[in-house]
């Protein structure tokens, strides 16, 4: 359904089931999928995709050009998975050629009031954005992690899978996974154990990430011989090592 006094224009794509409330604007090269749900005063721009069953709430701005001074209006996309919750006046902005000229958020994420998603930034799935995060251009953050109302990430940054940034933290470094980071900036405080159990890691992974995360963060060690002290005893290890060993800003401390 499309109310009566919502724009769309004619080169737009809706999915079955799609709603358009009123007062809102779809624009050219926009497609979105079946049961999406945008409100009232929703403004998107492409080009830009939008997957299924999708709710965007009123005063959001989807799509936009980006804020970066370099942008010289190229046709830079965004894409949006499914099953995402866009909470009321967030504002997420399309990609610049500095970078893939794609910024991309993943499936079942919640981003609530007033978060704000740079260009070119990467989101993975199941992700929490809780009220007024923003995270600068180019960030990458992985699957699970949250951030904490009034989070604010610097640019180029990325955040590690099953992390949680505390609240009003300013985060200037990557944030391994598993990690619980706050303050001004932003310090490691332990691993996110509870959200840990809360996804079926298993009692002896938890041990493990503790065990590691002791090796990097307690022990007086160069990150150097901290990695050569971790065994590669899971997944869950390997991907905290090579976090770490990948990390283009350095790790907080």
Known sequence: MIHETAIVSPSAKLGKNVYVGPWSFIGDDVEIGDDTIIHSHVVVKGPTIIGANNIIFQFSSVGEDCQDKKYNGEPTRLEIGDNNIIRENVTIHRGTIQDQSLTKIGSNNLFMAYVHVAHDC????????????????????????????????????????????????????????????????????????????????????????????????????????????????SDAISAFKQFIIDSPRGIVR
């Open 122 to 233: 990467v989101v993975g799935n199941n992700t929490i954005f809780a009220n007024n995060a923003s995270i600068a251009g180019h960030v990458h953050v992985g699957d699970w992690a949250i951030l904490g109302g009034m989070v604010g990430v610097h640019q180029f940054c990325h955040i590690g899978a099953h992390s949680f940034c505390g609240l009003n933290s300013m985060v200037v470094k990557d944030v391994p996974p598993y990690v619980l980071a706050s303050g001004q900036s932003a310090k490691p405080h332990g691993i996110n154990s509870e959200g840990l159990k809360r996804r079926g890691f298993s009692a002896e992974d938890i041990l493990a990430i503790k065990r590691a995360y002791k090796e990097v963060y307690r022990k007086g060690n160069s990150i150097d011989e901290a990695l050569a002290n971790i065994p590669d005893s």
